[in-house]
């Protein structure tokens, strides 16, 4: 299944593509228009997937990183002037980003790219594709693309275009966020009826009524943030469409991590019962312009623990290159990892670390000043030689891009140096487990958008927020039928908004979900490791400077 997606559609994504990016109302252009396309059922195929490749595309990297560093889940930071990348890391993490951000420009990009692409999709199936149920049901499919697109857009960027209709050149301003909102609920509303209710081999990565639905309650769930009235009840609706389905449930304690790993899909253990809806990624694919990036090892794992020269470490993961590994989560975060029995604990790497015997150290032999950039000792190339010990905090050493030093009295810099104490810093995470079967950067690992324990935390704090409970449910309850599958601790006997926010920290780490859930939270304003800026007007991203160039309707979101 994963290989459907690049192998039936990466052919029909052209440099062309990229023409779109930066402006939603410019739509792409392709090999792909009805005067050529021929109508058969290939055909109808690659038309209907190009749509989701592109969705591929910048999820999790990109994407991902953007919800991540700008909230206390994650930080990377500089090494000795790698990683720096523009400060788009830096600014994330002080929210400080500006318009010309890498992050803010590319996703911007991304997202207007996969609706333009699904607006191509929908005219061509309109034009060529004989009538009938699977002609609706794939233009329905292609319209959840592209609202959970919108949705993208809408909660990152408030304001923004609302382009829907494929050959239209005309420039369009952005418009309020309440609109493109009532525009989503309206479409997939409309849609619904058409959507397979199947969830199997055939269905997975696509969307269905149930993708619809998990989209409608996160919507709803985040309603006052968008429109500024709380839609509890019709967010506890949604989900209870998707519980009362009987068509998932919560993955239990011995199969949740087995649910990112390499080989999760619609028949792995954990993964089959808990996604939704997922992008799947092939590590041989190429997908949208050239990229189906799924590097999470690449940025997360120590360089240590990946493949090393003889004596610098050992190959834990027996991956076939050595991991940059400058990303980390930030202590604040990590702390909300206190049920010593909660198999989610699992997914850190954390202090020592010893080989998969667990009991031989994996040691690392360097230099006394390959160890400690700053060692003024009589023998900087005397051998060093020591455990593997992660360190969970960050510590700011060297300012590369002002040539000054943290030790010196600068301490504003966003460096933490290119020694080996640096390299240990900070707890990494491995969720989207490290793919040794890969012979590239790029993993297997499918990646989620919508789980079914996400809707069962969402239906608990629609609840928390003044909802109506229903099924005889509550928010305990549901909060509980959720840890009992990830802790063999005691239930919890009451639950406040607080215990849930941090329940769904757990829960969804690097599943991209953290800004979304601080805003919601009225967190985002806090300070976490070196960030302290408390500006409200950062709950939603500038307009890049490369879509107001091309746009001149386009008007900057206040602050920016």
């Known amino acids: 299944m994963k290989k459907i997606f690049n192998r039936l559609a990466v052919l029909f994504i052209t440099a062309n593509v990229f023409i779109g990016c930066h402006k939603l109302d410019v739509p792409i252009t392709t090999q792909v228009t009805p005067s050529v396309f021929p109508s058969d059922s290939l055909g109808f195929i690659q038309t209907e997937l190009t749509p ?8 999790v990297q990109e994407y991902a ?4 560093f ?6 990377m930071t500089a090494h000795g002037g790698n990683w720096f990348d523009g400060a788009q890391n830096m600014q994330m993490h002080y929210h400080t980003w500006t318009k010309d951000n890498g992050y803010v420009n590319g996703n911007w990009g991304w997202m207007s790219v996969i609706v333009s692409s699904a607006n191509q999709a929908i005219s061509i199936l309109q034009t060529t594709m004989p009538e009938g149920a699977n002609k609706r049901m794939k233009i329905a499919e292609l319209k959840l693309v592209r609202d959970y697109s919108f949705f993208m857009l809408m909660d990152n960027y408030g304001n923004v275009p609302l382009d829907t209709v494929y050959g239209d050149f005309r420039t369009r301003p952005n418009v309020p966020r309440a609109q493109i909102f009532a525009f989503i609920e309206r479409d997939v509303k409309s849609v619904l009826p058409d959507l397979s209710t199947d969830v199997n081999t055939a269905t997975y990565g696509r969307f269905t ?24 009840n019709d967010c506890i609706a949604a989900c209870d469409a998707i519980i009362n389905s009987g068509k998932f449930k919560v993955a239990n304690r011995s199969e949740y991590l087995q649910a990112f790993y390499p080989t999760n899909g619609p028949t792995a253990v954990g993964s089959k019962d808990e996604f939704i809806f997922a992008v799947p990624y092939d590590a041989t694919g190429v997908g949208w312009y050239g990229r189906s990036a799924s590097y999470p090892a690449r940025y997360d794992v120590p360089r240590s623990m990946g493949r090393v020269a003889t004596g610098a470490g050992f190959n834990f993961f027996n991956l076939p ?20 029995n909660d198999i989610r604990n699992k997914q850190w790497l954390t202090g020592l670390q010893f080989r998969p015997d667990g009991v031989t150290p994996i040691t690392i032999t360097t230099t006394n000043k390959g160890y400690d950039q700053y060692y003024s000792g009589p023998t900087p190339g005397g051998a060093y030689t020591f455990q593997l010990d992660l360190k969970p905090n960050i510590v700011l050493r060297q300012d590369i891009a002002n040539g000054q030093d943290p030790y010196n009295g600068v301490t504003n810099g966003f460096d933490v140096g290119n020694d080996e104490i640096a390299w240990t810093m900070g707890y990494r995470n491995i969720k989207f ?7 590239s950067r790029n993993q297997n690992n499918d990646y989620p958008i919508f789980r079914y324990s996400d809707i069962v935390l969402t239906k608990a704090e629609a609840i928390l927020r003044g909802g109506t409970a229903t099924g005889g449910a509550t928010a305990l309850s549901l909060v509980n039928s959720v840890r009992a599958n990830r802790s063999t601790s005691a239930p919890w006997a009451s639950v406040t908004l607080e215990d849930l926010y941090k329940e ?3 829960e969804l780490a690097w599943e991209a979900w953290r800004r979304n859930d601080m805003i919601r939270f009225g967190k985002f304003e806090g300070s976490w490791g070196y960030k302290t800026n408390k500006d409200t007007y950062r709950r939603i991203f500038p307009i890049p400077q490369s879509a107001l160039s091309v746009n001149p309707a386009l008007v900057q979101n206040p602050g920016y």
């Open 70 to 75: 700008s909230t206390d889940e994650g930080i």
């Open 209 to 232: 009524q149930w993708g619809a639905y998990a989209l409608l309650a996160k919507m709803y769930l985040n309603a006052e943030v968008y429109t500024g009235t709380a839609r509890t």
């Open 433 to 439: 487990y490290p793919d040794a079967t890969s012979a």
């Open 321 to 340: 290159y050595t991991p940059g590994g400058p990303a980390s989560t930030l202590p604040e975060f990590y702390a909300i990892f206190d049920d010593p």
């Open 52 to 59: 989701y490749v592109a969705l591929n595309g910048y999820m």
């Open 65 to 68: 990183f953007q919800q991540r």
């Open 504 to 506: 769904r920290g757990r």
